[in-house]
């Protein structure tokens, strides 16, 4: 469970920096569904850009923000539906869509999650202690972003293979950006220094992989979401399946909520087929920026899990062209039949995005879904952290063409296949939750029992985190009125 031990001198700080700062913090209840933002929030949001570095953008921490730049309030949760002319499937695949919260991407959710629980507590002080965000990129982004919001002094880590424009965007943010060695499944490295840096007492670590807040969030703010687009679809849809590239494993957790709603429907876990740890006990290096591998993260719900799906990371950069190029985008409207409308949205698909997209066209395939059968995912960031990803192919291959257009569709949508897929077993999916061990009780801390916990006591576990929102919400709601004084 989440700790909410109250640390009395923290939290006394942490009012009182609040106070000077005019920072009132939004409760999950909030997140959830903003007709609950009180009115003079919404006043201040309607003078306020998406990105701008204001305290009340914290209130836009949620999936149904007005879909615009500057001064928008709230609406239904952003979501696109993928036509079929793209997808090749009868099944309806729907996708919540990342770009409308600050900083462009859900993460500032999943590290709001796990910095505010401490924040009002007052475990985290905020008048000496900094906020260490570990990651492979989008969650020290959104961790960076809260904490320039909260008044927190903040240390990002990230792999130095990450793309140009997280790192460009990042130095505006926070003062101090670590760059640890390797690339997106480089995670022991960042786990190294966020170690190192544990040993100093002004040092707090914020590690998604295994903070519940992270898990708290997507399973009470993520999961219902789709859970009201699944009600706005309406007829004889019918949720058949959602899929989810595991970085952090915050996402998948929607999928706890849903099978909660909707206990028949399959939940895939996506990850690179070049580090296939889930598929194969495997290991490798990959190119899907925003998930992060060769582990099982802790707040990962094993148990939950129905199959594992592989995507190959060159499908992924090869799209990420097809979707971003003038030639691109034209061959999708000219030969798909795509509108100028749809074809836009394609930017709307950063690279872990693309791969949650071949994920949910393969578990398609492979359940045989038809046109009543809805397969959920979430689009995490968009292109625009990418474009020197999609001048770097440019560079590599030269100029896109219709012809290359053509081939990338066939090869890399059309010619997805039900290969590299693994429905799990009782076993099977007790041999993913098995390697946990390796990562947590050998090297991180964890103990075994606390493991077996996870497996065997799934309602003193994951059943108790996710009661904790409402506790949560109180703290906050407490917090809040002190600030006011």
């Known amino acids: 469970m989440i700790d909410l031990t109250i640390h009395p001198e923290g939290l006394a700080h942490n009012v009182l920096r609040a106070r000077e700062k005019g920072i009132v913090i939004p409760t999950f209840a909030q997140m959830r569904d903003p007709s609950k933002v009180p009115e003079e929030v919404l006043g201040k949001l309607k003078r306020t850009g998406l990105w701008d570095v204001d305290p009340v953008n914290l209130f836009r921490i949620t999936w149904k923000n007005e879909p615009t730049d500057r001064g928008g309030l709230f609406g239904k949760p952003n979501y696109i539906e993928l036509p079929t002319r793209l997808t090749g499937v009868p099944a309806r695949i729907v996708a919540l869509v990342g770009k409308w919260f600050p900083t462009g991407c859900h993460k500032v959710?999943?590290?709001?999650?796990?910095l505010v629980p401490r924040l009002v507590t007052g475990q985290f002080d905020a008048s000496w202690q900094k906020a260490v965000w570990p990651s492979t990129g989008n969650y020290c982004r959104g961790g960076a972003f809260n904490s320039k919001l909260l008044d927190v002094n903040a240390i990002a880590i990230l792999p130095e293979g990450?793309?140009?424009e997280r790192f460009d965007w990042l130095r505006t943010i926070v003062g101090e950006i670590i760059a640890t060695p390797g690339c997106e499944s480089n995670v022991k490295e960042i786990f190294d220094k966020s170690n190192e840096l544990k040993k100093l007492a002004e040092c707090v670590i914020f590690n998604q992989f295994e903070e519940m807040g992270n898990h708290l969030w997507h399973y009470e703010i993520t999961g219902n979401a789709m859970a009201e687009v699944m009600q706005q679809l309406g007829g004889n849809a019918r949720l058949a399946g959602a899929c989810f590239t595991t970085g952090s494993a915050g996402a998948i957790g929607a999928g706890d909520r849903l099978k909660e709603l909707y206990p028949a429907m399959k939940l895939a876990a996506c990850e690179a087929l070049q580090c296939p740890t889930l598929l194969q006990n495997g290991f490798g290096e990959h190119r899907i920026e925003g998930i992060g591998d060769k582990h099982v993260p802790w707040i990962h719900n094993v148990r939950n899990t129905d199959m594992v799906?592989?995507?190959?990371?060159?499908?992924s950069q090869r799209l990420l062209a097809l979707f971003n190029e003038p030639q691109g985008r034209a061959f999708a409207m000219e030969e798909l039949g795509l509108t100028q409308e749809e074809a836009e949205q394609l930017g709307l698909f950063g690279?872990?995005?693309i791969a949650n997209l071949l994920s949910a066209i393969?578990?398609?395939k492979y359940y045989e879904f038809t046109e009543q059968d809805v397969v959920f995912t979430v689009l995490t960031d968009t292109a625009e952290m990418y474009r020197s990803r999609v001048e770097e192919l440019r560079e590599q291959?030269?100029?896109?063409?219709?012809?290359?257009?053509?081939?990338?569709y066939a090869l890399r949508i059309a010619g997805q296949k039900t290969d590299n897929m693994l429905e799990l077993t009782?076993?099977?999916k007790k041999r993913i939750h098995n390697l946990k061990y390796y990562t947590w009780v050998e090297q991180q801390g964890k103990t075994a029992q606390e493991l077996n916990a996870l497996w065997y006591d799934p309602e003193g576990t994951w059943g108790s985190v996710h009661k904790q929102a409402a506790e949560i919400d109180a703290l906050i709601d407490a917090f809040n009125e002190a600030v006011r004084g």
């Open 109 to 114: 959710g999943a590290s709001f999650g796990c």
């Open 162 to 164: 990450m793309s140009r």
């Open 309 to 315: 799906i592989a995507i190959d990371d060159e499908d």
């Open 351 to 353: 690279i872990s995005g």
């Open 362 to 364: 393969k578990m398609a």
């Open 397 to 408: 291959y030269g100029e896109y063409t219709p012809q290359r257009a053509a081939m990338d």
């Open 426 to 428: 009782y076993p099977e």
